[in-house]
């Protein structure tokens, strides 16, 4: 990872307050999401103390090697080393962040991944500025708000990789109210009804041998209800990190909701190797449940091998879990480093054992999204419909998706692409 852009000339800290600011930075971090403790500190100011910090690269990666465990936090790390120990301004930096600027005032700009986390959680340990005086001839300016959009209809259209740490709890308390209706499937087996579609010759004739042979009144049937079962894969490699955690909450969520409809939930992730997680999401308690699925999945935030997981899914579970009329929910984004004919083999067995083959995909953030990767060109000829996965309102989407047969999302327009 190359060394963060070089700021405006900023002087580190003297050696006599330098083991407060590493605390101090310590702080930021375990704010922003980062697993910190006491510990971790007390490396970090004997490693800075060995080393030295007359060189500011040596400095960035002796903290970073103190504090960063996964590969994910090193955006954050980055983003927090720069706003503390390098930037002068940073409070007026995180400002202009976190509050939302004025249309044709200045220039606005969209936070990069981690950036938006990183100022808050450095704002919170930072003094606020001392309030103006007022003079008798200032002029106060006041705005009706009255028409603007709440702060949870611009939660439901945020990214989940750009949301801070407040905003990711709020996000998994909506989530937690969210339902996936589903609508119920003819059966092949009938029931009597008193004004059914179906004639029922066998108890017409039965029904008139009790009044000598006279036919009164035609019986009717019509087809019983059954409900589809749901199966989920879900993708926790480290390119899906933030998405597939929301995915799991919303999973969690699905199958501990009443009266959903769903016959069956059953939920598997993958990223290097299969795992079901299914009976974890039995767990009333959320943090319980995701929390034994992490113990059980090895293969967290690593790499990704859709096509040998898909292997494994249709040879060990697929006979399982998929009778019924299952629907089949796929949470990834496509980025396969397998063989490319092995994964287009596996998605047309999956394709063809299940009902409906719904793809979610947080890739379609992007607007300017098309189907290059070889993995993502491979597996879209083989889903009926092809959506996002990135906001909470792509995630309400779903249930159209699920329970509409024509709806094929934005797999229609990613063919024509493919084929021009």
């Not at 910090?53 to 090697?65: G, H, I, P, V």
């Not at 042979?213 to 480290?238: F, K, M, N, T, Y």
Request: proline letters at 5%; charged letters at 25%; glycine letters at 8%.
């Amino acid at each position: 990872m190359p060394v963060p852009q070089p700021l405006p000339a900023a002087t580190l800290p003297d050696a006599g307050r330098l083991p407060d600011n590493i605390t101090h930075f310590a702080r930021a971090l375990r704010r922003a999401g980062l697993r910190i403790g006491p510990g971790r500190v007390v490396d970090a100011i004997r490693a800075v103390e060995a080393i030295g910090f007359t060189d500011r690269a040596d400095f960035y990666w002796t903290l970073q090697a103190c504090f960063v465990s996964r590969p994910e936090e090193r955006a954050v790390f980055a983003q927090c080393f720069r706003l503390f120990w390098r930037d002068p301004q940073f409070l007026e930096h995180m400002m202009s962040l976190l509050l939302p600027a004025i249309s044709g005032v200045q220039d606005e700009r969209r936070a990069a991944s981690a950036e938006k986390r990183a100022a808050q959680a450095l704002l919170d340990l930072a003094e606020p500025p001392p309030p103006l005086p007022e003079t008798p001839g200032d002029t106060r300016i006041e705005a009706d708000a009255t028409a603007t959009a709440s702060a949870t209809e611009r939660l439901k259209t945020l990214d989940f990789e750009q949301m801070s740490v407040a905003e990711m709890a709020k996000a998994r308390r909506m989530i937690a109210r969210l339902s996936l209706p589903v609508r119920p499937l003819a059966s092949r087996r009938t029931r009597a009804a008193t004004a059914g579609a179906l004639a029922d010759w066998r108890g017409t004739m039965r029904a008139s041998l009790r009044h000598g042979g006279d036919l009164s009144q035609l019986a009717h049937r019509q087809r019983r209800e059954r409900w589809p079962g749901l199966v989920v894969l879900c993708d926790i490699s480290g390119s899906m990190a933030h998405y597939s955690r929301m995915a799991l909450h919303f999973l969690h969520a699905v199958a501990n909701q009443k009266g959903a409809g769903w016959a069956r939930l059953h939920g598997f992730t993958f990223g290097t190797r299969l795992t079901n997680i299914t009976r974890h999401l039995a767990n009333r308690d959320v943090d319980a449940a995701l929390a034994a699925a992490g113990a059980q999945a090895q293969d967290w935030q690593g790499g990704t091998r859709i096509g040998d997981c898909l292997h494994q899914f249709n040879r060990d579970w697929s006979r399982r879990v998929m009778g019924h009329g299952a629907v089949v929910l796929l949470i990834t984004d496509g980025l396969d480093r397998s063989s490319t004919s092995d994964l287009g083999r596996e998605m047309e067995r999956l394709h063809l054992s299940s009902r409906r083959l719904v793809w979610i995909n947080p890739l379609l953030r992007w607007d300017g999204f098309a189907p290059r990767a070889r993995g993502i060109a491979t597996m879209l000829p083989h889903v009926d419909c092809f959506r996002a996965g990135h906001t909470i309102a792509s995630l309400e989407a779903l249930g159209q998706a699920l329970s509409t047969a024509a709806d094929a999302g934005d797999k229609p327009r990613l063919m024509r692409l493919m084929s021009l």
